[in-house]
């Protein structure tokens, strides 16, 4: 694994994103809302398979942190100034993952779990818009030990900005907390997104533990409205 000399780390729920057109009756069948962004239960796990047996099924790297810091490194240009840290399983989807990160240019620096599969996310494409169903499977089990490995412990301290969705606030807070303590006794920057209003009503005490280190919060119209509405603040 090449030295790390760049500027900016992520860390996230990897996932591999099985992607299909479906219709307004097909997110009905599974109680999925138009435009969301939701964790799978026992309910969705059929839908998996179903999206796979579809014409058109597309498979794409994906989780939110990860998606953002392939984004980041291609505007950078210059390859090995991203890296990236989460939870993948050993199997074909894993390495898959692996493959399309190293060809992007971002250092991943994945924890890899032999006993679960790596996390897919269902993307239904419906009238222009995107629900996502979250199967975190290997995605959910990244532990706080992962930074102690050489290569972890490189990468957090040479990168001077860190990134992190929402969403892993679901996985490991005690691992996003150890890296953002660093970032602020070392003057860094941290930024954090809300990611989706579930976040913010389902987990409000792990974003309230990350939100005191966050230099930026990033967040859209809904997820401010699901703040505000936590907390008491009326709108203006």
């Not at 579809?54 to 939110?64: E, N, P, R, S, T």
């Not at 074909?92 to 990160?101: R, T, V, Y």
């Not at 992962?146 to 957090?156: P, S, W």
């Not at 990033?218 to 907390?231: D, M, P, T």
Request: with cysteine; aromatic share 10%.
């Amino acid at each position: 694994m090449p030295e790390f000399t760049g500027c900016l780390m992520g860390m996230g729920n990897p996932l591999l994103d099985i992607s299909n057109e479906v219709n307004k009756e097909m997110l009905e069948k599974y109680d999925v809302k138009l435009d969301s962004a939701i964790l799978a239960e026992e309910k969705h796990m059929p839908i998996y398979p179903e999206l796979v047996a579809m014409d058109g099924v597309q498979y794409i790297a994906g989780g939110a942190t990860q998606n953002s810091i392939r984004v980041a490194q291609w505007m950078i240009g210059e390859a090995g100034q991203t890296a990236y840290m989460g939870c993948i399983g050993k199997d074909s989807f894993g390495k898959q993952l692996k493959d399309c990160a190293t060809k992007d240019g971002v250092l991943a620096h994945y924890m890899e779990d032999e006993t679960t599969p790596t996390g897919t996310c269902a993307v239904l494409v419906c009238e222009g818009e995107r629900s996502l169903i979250a199967n975190l499977a290997a995605a959910n089990n990244f532990k706080e030990t992962h930074l102690e490995t050489d290569k972890a412990k490189e990468i957090v301290s040479s990168a001077s900005i860190y990134y992190s969705a929402g969403f892993f606030l679901t996985v490991s807070v005690e691992s996003l907390l150890t890296v953002t303590k660093q970032a602020a006794d070392a003057n860094k920057i941290f930024c954090l997104n809300f990611s989706a209003p579930f976040i913010i009503d389902f987990f409000a005490d792990q974003v309230a533990a990350a939100l005191p280190y966050a230099d930026y919060v990033f967040c859209n119209e809904s997820e401010a409205e699901a703040y505000g509405k936590k907390h008491g603040i009326a709108a203006s």
